[in-house]
């Protein structure tokens, strides 16, 4: 065996001529000559080189390496080795010796020891797990190293050279060579400190390093040693192993960055992940989720502490989906809002699912969280903004609308009767004056209401107040007195549910005005008006319902035309189509809706919602 | 030949001004107004249904009217099923609408012989009863 530690086994006693081997002497001047002839042939040579030759080419780094030892200094040694005969047969061998000489430079002059084959069946399953070993330490990326820490002279197992891609008959390895060409540079300081260490003070050596490859490429390493010391403890070699870990390394290095890439996934996209044991009813969360909630990390927190994080009005949800997954496994996800440690309120999206142990019960809930609140923000804006963008379009339309065609309904006749009178007779003018006279009055009317639109539209900042809607309505059956009387209708208010509202007073009155003297103009010929106004709450609205016993619309027919510009639905000579239409865009200019409901020749119900007051 | 053309309009003046344009040709023999349309649709359906001698050779319609409009009066008057071998109705869209849309969707009716931008001209008179009458009418 090449391990040093056998050198250590060598034994002046041993220096017989052995069953299967011989015994050698080795003079400068004379060169070796061995007890007998083993292999069939004579080893007996006076030049060291030509008995090198005959040394498996694998194992001569190792003699080189136990020869330069013992020319330093070293007065035994004992080493295995493969030796080739003159057939080119392997035969393992075991080659111990015995410095005898030196001359005044220290160098050997004569040496003694002995050549042993090994045969015999324990021997050789010695060197065949030897041999075996070798492979084994290639296919494990596993290399050894022993270094002469006063020569520097290092010796490497081929598994070593192999590793990094060599041979041994490549180079050579010293200390220098390998600290100064192999170890990766900003490794050097950290390995030289950590052999240091185990050196001067004992320290375990451990080191993780790299090392650069005939490829260029850069291997990781990890290395473990161990001083072998002097009785005074010096250390005078150090042997050790190093085992390739790249990949090891390269799968930690990834799974760090499969971690990064996680967590800050979760950080960007605002997710955590939470667990409610249902047995203890604690919650764990994960550091998102404490987050999102605006509450330090780690801090305990019992299911429902949790729950109360939600506003009032989403807590139902939270409670019926867990209870669902509780005692039904059903898996849920939800949109509420929750007010954090802070105080802020939050859009949070919720995911779960129940976990069942062996016996089908639930014992957990385990689920996603998400902060949606920007999203929600977003959507929110989007559904504002795509109405603005609806409501001028349909402005636009119907303002070109009164412009291509209303405007031109009167020039274009204006044009045909001052065509006509050129050639009319002097008695048709005064029929041809009427009609210029209608014209105009037709064309200021349409100016007029092309003025209302616009007003109304071009308003932006509408001034809000509370409207007393008792008052409003009021105010408008006065001035509607000898229209209702003349109907002989009955009207009734009935504002005490919700009694005020926040409007813009001036609108609030035309729209009044508007749908109770519509109900006057549309009523039934045979049937007195009934009417009835009501205000009443609906969720955050104030709605207001103008009932009516009167024509009725078809909506099937209208419904979808009922609020447009001049659209009018009944032969009446004062429908101009104009009225609802501006209705509509008061309500809506002041953040409300309208609505009818209606059934023909039963009558009308139009709902006004409008904004409630702030107090 | 002389014709019958029916008119669908609400504006009495442009009835009026028509009135007066028609006086000065000699292109119609019976002429019928309605004021919108749905009694345009109840008055004509019979004679639609039937060749009558009120069944009209021209129609002009309006668009905006109040009931129902020029709009709803197509989909009605479409939906009718005329007698086979029936002379074919020329049904002109007369609007002061300029907008595209509007002509557009005019076209888009085979029914639809043409649109005509208001003030009703001779010219546009002449084309109707004197050109295109004998591109769709046989006789």
Redesign the interface.
Known sequence: MRSPEFSSEYNDSDMHHPPEGASWQWKKKEGLIFSRNLLSDSLNTTALSSLINRIHEEDRPYVQFVANRVTNGQETFALGMRILDAQSSIHDAYVRGQILERDEEGAPVRATGTLELLTNRAQTRTIEEFSRLQRVMVQTHLGFWEWELETGNEWWSASMYELLGYSPADFEITYEKWINDLVHPEDRTRLTAAIDQHIQHHAPYYCTFRMRCKSGEYRWFESRGQAQRDTSGRAVRFLGTSLDVTENQQSKESKQYQEFLKREAARLAKIGIWELDTQNEQVTWSEEVYRIHEVEPGIKIEYLEAANFYVEEDFPTVIESVDAAVNEGKSFEYQARIRTAKGNIRWVRSYGEPVANNGGEVTMLRGVFQDITLQKQRELEIIRQRDTVNAHNERLTSF??IV???L??HT??L???LK?MQEASADELDTYYS?LH??SKKLSDTIGHLNEITDIQNQRELQLTEVDLEATYNGVLSTLHLNIQQAGASIEGHFSEAPKVRANAAYLESIFHNLISNALKYRKADVSLKLSVRSSYEKDRVQIAFEDNGQGIDLE?HGDKIFGL???????PE?K?VGLFLTRSQVEAMGGQIRVESVPEKGSIFYVSLLKTTT | MKCTLCIIEDDPVTVFGLRKLLAKTDYIEHLEVFEDGQSAIENLRPHLEKETEFTPDVIFLDLNMPVMDGWQFIEEYTAIERPPKSDPILLYVVSSSIRDADAERARNYSEVSGYIVKPITLDNLKEVFESDIKKYKKG
């Open positions: 070109s609308h291509s065609h209303n031109r309904t274009g006749n044009e045909m009767v006509l009609m209608q014209i027919r001049y659209n009018t639905f009944h032969r009446h429908a189509g």
